[in-house]
């Protein structure tokens, strides 16, 4: 008989993350139920325009997860190129994606295949957000704060405080 040997299940999770939502956290709470460890990939060459730059998305990341507690080991680290080439190198064995509406699921479906020929041995997982999070999306949010209106109870407190102090900046120039 042989002796098998036991596999780490580990996963990332990309993003944008301009702003992180508590839908994002949604996703990164369960898939952290799930995986012996979770990493968490900011885009550094995002194609979206940006309101956060690099360095503000990853530190607002870092202080988000670290208040999640530690179910799973979750780390943040920047994603640069690729996500099928970090997947790669880092040997994880899954893609943590979100669907929260149909809408979603075309671009999803065509990244996924894409990512599967890249990187063959790494299956896409989806995520549902909570019920209460399938409507919220960073864009909203930041529509949301860009109208003065309250962003309370959809970012974490620190998300939501760099929105204030972001648009302070943009309506004083």
Known sequence: MTQS????????Y???????TNGHLSLINRASSI?????????KNSPKDALFSFEERFELMEKTVEKIGNRTRIR???LVGLTAELVKELKVNAIVRGLRAVSDFEYEFQMALM?????????????????????????IVKEVALNGGDVKGLVPPAVRKALIEKYKQRNTL
């Open 5 to 12: 040997r036991k596999r780490i299940n580990r996963a990332v």
């Open 14 to 20: 990309p993003g944008t993350f301009d702003p992180v």
């Open 35 to 43: 995986f012996d460890e979770l990493i968490v990939a900011v885009s």
């Open 115 to 139: 990512n599967r020929k890249l990187a063959r041995e790494v299956e896409t997982v989806y995520f549902m957000p909570a019920l209460s999070w399938v409507y919220l999306s960073s864009s």
């Open 76 to 78: 943040v680290i920047p």
